[in-house]
């Protein structure tokens, strides 16, 4: 079973509009939760993590994190065309080098 | 910016031929990982290694061999090659911080491999 969860497979989202995107982990051993961003034939470049309760903002970028839900959830406000990517959610555990990554959300935004 | 690069990045090769793909960075990273990417997967993890002269299997090591010669290298083998293991494979790099945290990981440029 993939220990992390992603949804939805793909969105779209107007250009200016709020895109929400959801990850959850299965496994409760994992402490610190990731986002990392990758266009099309391009490699993945992290975002954004997180590893306290609450909430993270970066410009148009903000991540939530209820850790007793293990859920994490990406929100980007006035969406533009260059953030149409794969979004990829990952989950760590303490003292465990690895990161365990989600299927990803495909983002669409739509002039 | 770390940079991490990665050899060929195309290859294609034939079934039951032996191929290797080959990652260098040079951020002084002591972790170092190889995965693959396929539609509907994400990214798995293969292989990863804590440093020169270590390996340790992921979640699909199945088919896969790794070897970390140095600090700066980490390759991957897949000594008989298979069509199932057409994909997209990329490398990464990383480290923990100052507090010993986890850190975030390097990723190269990918190295698309297509076995006929």
């Known amino acids: 079973q993939q220990k992390v969860q992603q949804s939805p497979e793909s969105l779209i989202v107007p250009e200016g509009g709020m895109a929400s995107l959801n990850c959850t982990s299965s496994?409760?051993?994992?402490?610190y939760f990731w986002w990392y961003r990758q266009h099309s034939g391009k490699s993945p470049k992290m975002l954004m993590?997180?590893?306290?309760?609450g909430e993270k903002e970066e410009g148009r970028f903000t991540v939530h994190l209820n850790k007793a839900s293990l859920h994490t959830s990406l929100h980007i406000r006035d969406s533009q065309p260059s953030d149409s990517a794969l979004y990829l959610c990952?989950?760590?555990?303490?003292?465990?080098?690895?990161?365990?990554f989600g299927s990803g959300t495909k983002l669409t935004v739509e002039p | 910016e770390a940079a991490v690069t990665q050899s060929p990045r195309n290859k294609v090769a034939v079934t039951g031929g032996k191929v290797t793909l080959s990652c260098n960075q040079t951020?002084?990273?002591?972790?170092m990982y190889w995965y693959r990417q396929d539609t509907g997967h994400g990214l798995r993890l293969i292989h990863y290694?804590?440093?020169?002269?270590?390996?340790e299997k992921g979640d699909i090591p199945d088919g896969y061999k790794a070897s970390r010669p140095s600090q700066e290298n980490f390759s991957l083998i897949l000594e008989l090659a298979t069509p199932s293991q057409t994909s997209v494979y990329f490398c990464?790099?990383?480290?923990?911080?100052?507090?010993?945290?986890?850190?975030?990981?390097?990723f190269g440029p990918g190295t698309r491999l297509t076995v006929l």
């Open positions: 290694s804590y440093g020169a002269g270590s390996t």
């Open positions: 993590s997180i590893f306290s309760n």
């Open positions: 990464a790099s990383g480290d923990v911080d100052w507090g010993g945290n986890y850190a975030e990981q390097f």
């Open positions: 496994d409760r051993n994992v402490d």
């Open positions: 951020n002084n990273h002591n972790n």
């Open positions: 990952a989950a760590s555990m303490s003292n465990y080098n690895v990161l365990y």
